[in-house]
């Protein structure tokens, strides 16, 4: 059993949850995490840190700590700046990072729309994160992303994780799949190599599961 300890990030001082993560290590958590939003939701005149230059600050202070982003929406950011920031994160942390991913919920519309992104309907979204997945497996492995149906190229560069483990070494979380919440490693996660109680095609078939006819269900794959 590992512990792990949710940030709050709403706020503009960057000094309190540096202390939680401080106390966090200090009383022998795991790992912490903090959620990517730009602002909180229902709040847009209220602040909102950034997750991953959080993290990289905490991972940097408190050796041995693991930190993840808790989660990313498919599509709020490019694949090739997530993946540089992620496979960043994973190397000031010593291989320790986190890239949990989403489709988000009706909160998300709002942050979008304030970026002059798209929001389009939940299983588009559904798809666009099954693509990410994608995409991001192979800029963390060294390997271009030759482009899909709605993510274009990205060239192959800064963007390899510390640790390409892969689930049989290292087999992930993954939970809400059919809400479209996965959390991964930013090494790589390889569906192809999960085996016994871990073989399930959370990502690449979650949109086809029977119990997932909008946004509902729950499928886990764990340590």
């Known amino acids: 059993m590992k512990l792990g300890l949710v940030l709050s990030v709403f706020t503009a001082d960057p000094a309190k949850p540096l202390a939680s993560a401080g106390r966090a290590a200090a009383a022998g958590y795991d ?7 730009l602002f909180p939701p229902g709040a847009p005149d209220r602040p909102s840190l950034e997750p991953y230059t959080l993290l990289a600050a905490i991972g940097a202070v408190n050796p041995g700590l693991g930190v993840g982003v808790l989660v990313t929406r498919a599509g709020f950011r490019p694949v090739g700046m997530l993946a540089k ?3 960043a994160l994973d190397h000031v942390t010593g291989g320790r990072a986190v890239l949990g991913l989403g489709v988000g919920d009706e909160n998300g519309r709002a942050e979008h729309a304030a970026l002059g992104l798209d929001y389009p309907p939940f299983p588009e979204r559904l798809a666009l994160l099954e693509e990410t997945v994608l995409a991001l497996r192979a800029l963390f492995a060294g390997r271009p992303w030759p482009g899909g149906q709605r993510i274009p190229a990205a060239a192959a560069g800064q963007h390899a994780a510390r640790h ?3 689930a049989s070494s290292s087999p992930a979380t993954i939970r809400d799949a059919c809400a479209g919440r996965a959390v991964a490693p930013a090494r790589v996660l390889d569906h192809d190599r999960l085996t016994g109680h871990q073989q399930v095609d959370a990502l690449h078939h ?3 599961d029977r119990r997932c006819p909008g946004e509902q269900g729950n499928r ?3 340590d």
Do not use: I
């Not at 790992?31 to 939003?37: E, K, M, Q, T, Y």
């Open 164 to 166: 390409n483990r892969s």
């Open 31 to 37: 790992a912490v995490f903090a959620s990517d939003h």
């Open 85 to 87: 920031q992620a496979a």
């Open 206 to 208: 979650a949109g086809r």
């Open 220 to 222: 886990q794959v764990r």
